[in-house]
């Protein structure tokens, strides 16, 4: 059964730079497939997506956070990460990894998500 | 970008009743949508993709119609364990794939 566990700092002052890791198992981020996924959301708010990694290391960024996105994976730890830059409170929210259908676009597999809060 | 949009924000249900949430895109999506359930503390749960095909595993008093812009989840006889937030995502076009704002069922 395909599993993916989020870690990271919980807490990160603004202006720094928010960093996650997801660990995947039972799956591999090299699989030709599917995506890997950031989706977030904010306390009280609805879901927003953040990007994707394609097994070959294309990315796929939400526009409105592309300036300060990068999403990488490392194939022989089969994981893959977000880097957001630049916090600002406004980036508080419950962060998830998820797998996505290459040819539907949808997420079938979310970790338990991880709340990270942006404040000095 | 397309964007969704859901109605109703929320609706009250008594447990047995039949539910129907709709969801709209600012343009054609063809058959790519997906509804998703949100429990607090929870991950999203996949219900239903491609519109109408249902996840592996999910109770068959989920059902998803539509094509083009309009787009309808049904629950055909509410459960106590069915009260929770319903998102649609648009799986069209990509970057970026957009979610609806929410619909919460809860208890009358």
């Known amino acids: 059964q395909l599993q993916l566990q989020e870690s990271g700092p919980g807490l990160v002052k603004p202006s720094e730079t928010l960093s996650l890791t997801c660990t995947v198992s039972?799956?591999?981020?090299?699989?030709?497939?599917?995506?890997w996924g950031w989706i977030r959301q904010p306390p009280g708010k609805g879901l927003e997506w953040i990007g994707s990694?394609?097994?070959?290391?294309?990315?796929y960024y939400n526009p409105s956070l592309e300036s300060r996105v990068t999403i990488s994976r490392d194939t022989s730890k089969n994981q893959f990460s977000l880097n957001l830059s630049s916090v600002t409170a406004t980036d508080t929210a419950v962060y998830y990894c998820?797998?996505?259908?290459?040819?539907?676009?949808?997420?079938?597999?979310w970790g338990q998500g991880t709340l990270v809060t942006v404040s000095s | 970008d397309i964007q969704m949009t859901q109605s109703p924000s929320s609706v009250s249900a008594f447990v047995g009743d039949r539910v129907t949430i709709t969801c709209r895109a600012s343009?054609?999506?063809?058959?790519?949508l997906a509804w998703y359930q949100k429990k607090p503390g929870k991950a999203p749960k996949l219900l239903i993709y491609?519109?109408?095909s249902l996840q592996s595993g999910v109770p068959s008093r989920f059902s998803g119609s539509g094509s083009g812009t309009d787009f309808t989840l049904t629950i055909s006889s509410l459960q106590p364990e069915d009260f929770a937030t319903y998102y649609c995502?648009?799986?069209?076009?990509?970057?970026?794939?957009?979610f609806g704002p929410g619909t919460k069922v809860d208890i009358k």
């Open positions: 998820a797998r996505q259908w290459m040819t539907a676009n949808h997420f079938d597999f």
């Open positions: 039972g799956g591999s981020v090299s699989s030709d497939s599917f995506y």
């Open positions: 990694i394609y097994f070959s290391g294309s990315t």
């Open positions: 343009q054609g999506i063809g058959s790519w």
């Open positions: 491609a519109a109408s």
């Open positions: 995502q648009q799986a069209n076009s990509f970057p970026p794939l957009t």
